[in-house]
């Protein structure tokens, strides 16, 4: 059976290779990894980097667009409440000045 390793745990190996601060050779035995591996995870973190910041960048639009979509709604029933109390104050006669 092969062995499973959790996200965090592959993130905390592959900052520490990025770190250089022991070689990775060093690191993989004191973890329990094969070198080829790490060598595999810090390649594909590398590889990711762009997509981390393009989803940031596409969760920012998208919070803008709901944003816009929520004012849009908003103005909307500002509107149709404008006008219903123009009509109910129209028919109740409230809307005569007395002179």
């Not at 059976?1 to 959790?6: C, E, F, G, L, N």
Request: hydrophobic content about 40%; overall charge positive.
């Amino acid at each position: 059976m092969r062995k499973q390793y959790s996200a965090n745990l592959k993130a905390q190996l592959v900052l520490e290779v990025l770190k250089e601060e022991k070689a990775l050779s060093q690191i993989a035995s004191e973890h329990g990894v094969h070198p080829n591996q790490l060598r595999r995870w810090k390649a594909h973190a590398i590889d990711g980097l762009p997509t981390v910041f393009a989803d940031e960048q596409r969760a920012t639009r998208e919070l803008q667009a709901s944003h816009a979509r929520e004012v849009e709604e908003l103005y909307t029933e500002i509107g149709r409440l404008t006008t219903q109390l123009a009509w109910l104050k129209k028919k109740s006669g409230l809307d005569v000045v007395e002179r």
